[in-house]
């Protein structure tokens, strides 16, 4: 068929379409935008017992948790703790090179902050004052663009930390210091069809992870 004819078949399909099944409410499209490089602002408000105490702006993915009486949000590279009872900075920490937060989850002790980001990194934190501990390379060293993104993140109760990034899964187990020389790190890389996309420590100690397609 050539493509002139083809295109008379689609209109009489049409003509015939339109006759059989006429258009009760006019058609209506919308275009679909994009967000660009900067989010745009999200309003984060915290209500204790029903009436809103304080709200505060921040461009975000969503990288957000509770520590205690703080809460932790991310915007971009910079994370910050705010007191929860007045909305005010306690502390912040920036990350390096410009590398965004993606992920921020604390530690069932309640003492680091654990905050994923997009160039393939695990930065461990205090709590009490927003210093950096330790930071640790998740990704693989060939993993390129979202293959780099440290996502997923969870704590058990022995001070370990479990990150994904891609494919790879990093075991971190945290002294009691928190500090990087007091610390031990594990990699595997896991095989399956696609990112890892949730994990979880298990009763017994072991790492459950799960991906699009097994």
Known sequence: ?????????????????????????????????????????VAATVALQGAAKWERVVRSRGAFCVCGKLAVTAEEDEVEGVDFATGSGRWKYQTQRGAEVLALVPSSCGSWIAAGDQQGFVHILSAENGAALMRVSVAAASARGTGRWVERLAWDSNRRLAAAAGRVVACLEVGNSGQESDQRVERWDVETQSAITALAFTGDGAIAVAAYGG
């Open 1 to 41: 068929h050539t493509r002139q004819g083809m295109a008379g078949i689609d209109q009489l399909n049409d003509s015939v379409c339109a006759i059989k099944l006429p258009l009760r409410n006019p058609a209506c499209h919308e275009d679909l935008k994009l967000p660009a490089a900067k989010m745009p602002p």
